[in-house]
């Protein structure tokens, strides 16, 4: 878990890092809890795109396979809307997983 801290509000957000098992159990209901609902309904619209052809089979593989990088893709939207590490350890986490280029 990283810390980002927003550039002019000094609001503090707890970011969970590497793979997603709420996202893997819930799909696209943590993404719409945290706020960020961009990838609440990217999420849901997958599920449908894929779930309505296949008879809902589908739409059970969307939750596990967006937890391989849903956690990575809210940390550079959060990065995007002003965030940044509040800590060494969050900016050595986000440089090593090319988040951020420069040295904080």
């Not at 990217?42 to 599920?47: A, D, E, N, Y």
């Not at 894929?50 to 939750?63: D, E, L």
């Not at 809210?74 to 997983?97: F, L, R, T, V």
Request: charged content about 15%; glycine content about 14%.
């Amino acid at each position: 878990m990283i810390s980002l801290v927003h550039s002019t509000s000094g609001i503090i957000k707890e970011c969970p890092t590497g793979y997603s098992w709420t996202t893997c159990f819930f799909g696209f209901f943590p993404a719409l809890f945290r706020g960020d609902l961009k990838w609440a309904a990217i999420q849901l619209l997958v599920s449908l795109a894929i779930g309505v052809p296949t008879a809902g089979i589908g739409g059970g593989f969307v939750g596990p396979v967006f937890g391989f990088f849903y956690n990575k893709l809210y940390i550079k939207d959060m990065i995007e809307k002003g965030y940044g590490p509040a800590d060494d350890y969050s900016a050595q986490w986000c440089q090593d997983n090319g988040i951020l280029m420069r040295k904080i």
